[in-house]
């Protein structure tokens, strides 16, 4: 089900993309800026995929920059003992656009980012409780689609904290026990996205 939802996306995507690039080439070589937006909506797809519907909002600050934040909530319940996942996490991002302001906000931006949010992952035996904080710098594109609409894509890298409890399922008790707490500090991937935008 989910396979099919998620060809069927990209398909209309690749249908969007492949339209407006005439277009696209033609109002990029008028000599008149590109007007700008206040603000946007947006979605990540990526996050839909893994089961955490996601909404954010960008509000446009300057000629070069703006300003994005975005929520996200996950649920996985296969079952009430060992195979749930409740998530949550909220973001922010500050972001500083690298082309002349002639075109809008579009095309490279790169940013400073921050997101934090709680876990609680039983999807085994072993579970996992606790929060996680992740801090980094970021790079992204944003292509154009039709009228208002546009995808943006990038990524982050940086400081990832996490500190959680572990526990085990003990079957002779019916309930979880709590085997340690750990923390972990490491640099790596802070954030992956494949946004759906409708400027405003």
Aim: aromatic residues 14%.
């Amino acid at each position: 089900m989910y396979r099919t939802i998620l060809s069927t996306v990209l398909l209309a995507l690749t249908f969007l993309c492949t339209q407006p690039v005439r277009g696209q080439e033609n109002q990029e070589t008028q000599d008149s800026p590109t007007p700008h937006p206040r603000w946007a909506l947006s979605t990540n797809l990526l996050s839909w995929a893994t089961l955490a519907p996601n909404l954010g909002a960008e509000l446009y600050l300057a000629n070069r920059w703006s300003l994005a934040a975005d929520a996200s909530y996950g649920m996985w319940n296969y079952s009430h003992r060992t195979h749930t996942t409740p998530t949550w996490s909220v973001g922010g991002e500050l972001r500083y656009w690298l082309q002349t302001p002639r075109w809008g906000f579009r095309r490279t931006h790169i940013g400073l980012a921050v997101r934090g949010g709680e876990f609680d992952d039983t999807f085994f035996s072993r579970g996992s409780q606790g929060e996680a904080l992740l801090a980094g710098i970021t790079a992204g594109y944003r292509f154009c689609l039709r009228g208002h609409w546009y995808v943006d894509a990038g990524f982050g890298l940086g400081y990832i904290h996490t500190r959680y409890d572990r526990y085990l399922w003990n079957s002779r008790f019916g309930k979880y026990e709590q085997n340690g707490t750990r923390t972990r500090n490491l640099m790596g991937l802070t954030g992956l996205h494949v946004s759906i935008i409708y400027n405003l």
